[in-house]
């Protein structure tokens, strides 16, 4: 018999740039919902994702690109918990979290004020004057940079050479600094002596890097020896609470991830959003 798939649209609305690849506005996705189980796609065009009616398409076509693949793997997830009537969060503990923010942000935080975290994310960008000023004046925490691929290695150079052995300690990783090439990545992790973590990347990547950065919604499963960090896309609460419950189920050495938190009032079966997801328009795909 030939399979129900159906979706739903939606659209995020960042007030400020989400990462330095991005200005502010609206970014596009869609809910699917295939055999009774769910899951979110939301790719970044600006990361250099296909674009959201590609990945649809892909799985109409039976012919899923790998951002698809991973949604069809959460609906899997999902679609068999809820036919169990089974809460997937109800056992789990998911791990602790970095807190994300743009730069501009931090600078009206007080430090004080977010304490119960160990770690900050901040995507950032060729401003390193801004960054070290950041990192100087949030010192109680470790530092998590994510560049999205915005500068070159000799600007890396440059930031490596501004970096005091106080401030360099405090930095946990530099993530995406420039566009992987294992080779590359290995001389200026070497160079630099700063640990690098690599998200956009192929799925079975193995060097050049000190953590690898896995997003359920985007790769199926990565294939590394490296520690695994996950976080989510910034994208829907549905894809948010597929990442966390990958986080508090996969074998990783990192203790601090970045799944950020959601509302657990509105568990149910499966990821949950039982509610929610019943009240929403669905459309068919095939």
């Not at 894809?239 to 959601?262: E, L």
Request: aromatic residues 12%; proline residues 5%.
């Amino acid at each position: 018999m030939k399979q129900s798939i159906k979706f739903h649209r939606y659209s995020i609305n960042f007030e400020k740039a989400p990462n330095s690849q991005t200005t502010n506005g609206e970014v596009e996705g869609a809910l699917i919902k295939i055999n009774g189980g769910y899951a979110c796609i939301q790719p970044w065009i600006t990361l250099g994702d296909n674009d959201l009616e590609y990945h649809l398409e892909s799985i109409a076509s039976n012919k899923p690109t790998d951002i698809a693949k991973a949604a069809i793997k959460c609906c899997f997830i999902d679609g068999k918990a809820r036919s169990n009537k089974v809460d997937l969060f109800q056992s789990l503990t998911p791990p602790k979290y970095h807190l994300t923010f743009n730069p501009d942000d931090l600078f009206n935080i007080d430090p004080n004020s977010i304490n119960s975290f160990t770690h900050l994310k901040i995507k950032s960008n060729e401003n390193f004057v801004k960054i070290l000023e950041i990192i100087n004046k949030f010192s109680q925490f470790k530092i998590r940079l994510d560049f999205n691929e915005s500068i070159t290695p000799d600007q890396l150079m440059d930031f490596n050479e501004s970096l005091s052995s106080h401030t360099r300690n405090k930095i946990d990783f530099i993530e995406d600094p420039f566009p992987y090439d294992p080779d590359l990545w290995c001389h200026y992790q070497k160079q630099t002596g700063l640990n690098f973590a690599l998200d956009r990347g192929p799925y079975n990547a193995n060097k050049g890097f000190k953590v690898r950065i896995w997003k359920p919604v985007i790769l199926s499963s990565v294939e590394t020896i490296q520690p695994i960090c996950i976080t989510h896309n910034m994208d829907h609460e549905f894809g948010r609470r597929y990442a966390a419950y990958c986080a508090s189920v996969t074998n990783y050495s990192i203790k601090v991830h970045g799944i950020g938190d959601f509302n657990h009032n509105r568990n149910g079966y499966g990821l949950g959003m039982d509610d929610y997801l019943e009240s929403l328009s669905w459309k068919d795909l095939i």
